[in-house]
């Protein structure tokens, strides 16, 4: 029997410029982790550019369409899928990510105005995503009789229109990679090589999970409060890796992306810092790093951003200083002398230094939005980033219930370049 031929995209709009120019890192951790499992039983090929993927789906069309869904790409993997299953109703069509409704009676109204896709994966994909492959070879390639299956952490219509929700909730954790070294490096075994294209830039995921519960964030529920490390013997060897081939290939893509939730904030990180400092001098990348410190344990991110010596900003991301608003999103900043002490620590050390807060969350008002703002220039701070609140899928926040508590008025939007025309359709 021929290996099943499986193609897993993280698609990016690409109109005039690439709107998320990140290598596809979570489609690699996915397939690489799929390989491990199934070996030669399967055909793994990696997407980021929708014409890429439209000319293959075209010309060599897969057994398996697996896509992820964020906020950015959704509507763009939904048409990948119309037009996979446009030209081949056999193809099993798989979508995963974070932008995925916790509330089961909404998730089902989004399964069942999408019938062009055939199953959802929830929480981390990894697991889940090997099992529906190990599953659809065992049905033979039949999504009738693959669908008769209970796949957990996944989501379906069956064939006789019962919806099947696979035991996911928030707290689960048994879809998880306790050791996250049991994925397979889809830098070091060469998954991502043909993306060094000169156009995006690698990403790294050191640590996976958040200790906080911040209700606007996907990692704040509690499927997410374990925080799993990668080896830092693996994490060096991949940005020796990668650096090696940066200036080989990409030399005018100058930053590393850190895809980390509270990046300087753990032991490790100073380490890993340490050894980015010792690639960029030996080969002169990277020039920048994009990544989000941690809001507690300043000691540890201070020396991890000193570390990098100008690389790295150093994020003082705060949302909100109202009392009640950081109650309502069950968020605990740093209190006002320490952040203060940060910045005079930052500044004696040549750090640069950001905050970020975000408008509308639930209970601010204009009045002490700005008087949060007039306490972060007391306290020193030259440089603000202000976000518009997002009601994010997958989030607490977004929820039948918060929704109500926080009798939310809510707009769509376009996303900044998250539009494009393939194949002559927009």
Not at 276 to 294: L, M, Q, S
Not at 390 to 414: A, D, H, P, Q
């Amino acid at each position: 029997m021929s290996a099943l031929k499986i193609f897993i995209g993280d698609l990016t709009h690409y109109y005039d410029n690439v709107a998320n120019d990140t290598m596809p890192l979570s489609a690699a951790f996915i397939g690489s982790y799929i390989r491990s499992k199934l070996g030669n039983k399967v055909e793994v090929e990696l997407f980021r550019y929708p014409e890429d993927l439209i000319r293959q789906i075209n010309n060599n069309p897969p057994d398996v369409l697996m896509l992820s869904n964020y906020v950015w790409n959704e509507s763009l993997s939904l048409r990948m899928i119309y037009h996979a299953k446009k030209l081949n109703r056999s193809i099993l069509t798989v979508m995963g990510g974070p932008n995925l409704h916790l509330d089961v009676d909404r998730f089902e109204g989004f399964m069942r105005s999408n019938p062009d896709l055939d199953i959802c994966v929830m929480g981390e994909g990894e697991i889940p995503s090997a099992d529906i492959i190990s599953k659809y070879i065992e049905s033979k390639n039949n999504i009738d009789i693959f669908k008769q299956n209970n796949i957990q952490s996944t989501s379906f219509i069956r064939t006789n229109g019962e919806f099947y929700y696979g035991l996911y909730d928030n707290s689960s954790r048994d879809n998880i990679i306790r050791d996250l070294n049991d994925i397979p490096s889809p830098w070091l075994n060469g998954s991502l090589d043909r993306f060094f294209d000169g156009n995006l830039a690698p990403i790294i995921e050191t640590t996976r999970g958040c200790p906080f519960k911040c209700l606007f964030c996907v990692q704040g529920t509690d499927h997410y409060r374990n925080v799993r490390r990668f080896s830092h013997k693996r994490i060096q060897k991949e940005i020796v890796y990668i650096a090696k081939r940066m200036k080989k290939h990409s030399k005018n893509v100058g930053y590393l992306r850190i895809a980390d939730s509270n990046f300087g904030m753990f032991k490790q990180d100073v380490e890993i810092s340490k050894t980015i400092k010792h690639v960029k001098n030996k080969y002169g990348w990277p020039k920048f790093i994009d990544a989000t410190t941690g809001k507690n344990k300043k000691d540890s991110i201070l020396e991890t951003v000193g570390n990098l010596e100008g690389s790295l900003v150093m994020y003082n991301s705060v949302q909100s200083l109202d009392p009640i608003v950081l109650e309502n999103v069950k968020r605990k900043n740093i209190s006002y002398e320490v952040m203060r002490q940060v910045q005079i620590d930052a500044a004696e050390m040549g750090v640069k230094t950001l905050t970020e807060t975000i408008l509308s969350l639930p209970g601010e008002t204009f009045k002490s939005h700005k008087e949060g703002i007039y306490q972060l220039m007391r306290m020193g701070i030259k440089q603000f980033t202000n976000y518009q609140c997002m009601l994010l899928k997958g989030s607490e926040m977004e929820t039948n219930e918060s929704r109500k508590t926080f009798s939310f008025n809510t707009y769509f939007r376009v996303l900044p370049r998250s539009f494009g025309v393939y194949s002559d359709e927009r």
